[in-house]
Nanobody
């Protein structure tokens, strides 16, 4: 079984920064893509950022490009999302997801394993 756990959410003022972490444990994979999605109240879950198994390739939603950075952590099976210049519209529950053998994946249904989510609230 694969477990995905996010951390690092919280309350921040507009213009501030947060860093989210995601750790994958259990039956992990040698190569796996990882991604971040978010869901605001009353809205559908949307893609935020993805990174391939090597960490060499990344892709962002236009809404966060230039403000968010996804990267592999130093610990195995860890991915980080550095969020800068946060806006009120970034407020959402942020989810981490992973899939065996995945590269750059932008669709939610491409991911097999999901975390429970971490709340990010940006006050205006």
């Amino acid at each position: 079984q694969v477990q995905v756990v996010e951390s690092g959410g919280g309350l921040v003022q507009a213009g501030g920064s947060l860093r989210l972490s995601c750790v994958v444990s259990g039956r992990t994979f040698r190569t796996h893509g990882m991604g971040w999605f978010r869901q605001a109240p009353g809205k559908e879950r949307e893609f935020v950022a993805t990174i391939d198994w090597s960490g060499d390739r990344v892709y962002y939603a236009d809404s966060v490009k230039g403000r968010f950075t996804i990267s592999r952590g130093n610990a195995p099976n860890t991915v980080l999302l550095q969020m800068n210049s946060l806006k009120h519209e970034d407020t959402a529950v942020y989810y981490c997801a992973t899939k065996a053998g995945g590269g750059i994946l932008t669709m939610a249904d491409e991911y097999a394993y999901w975390g429970q989510g971490t709340q990010v609230t940006v006050s205006s």
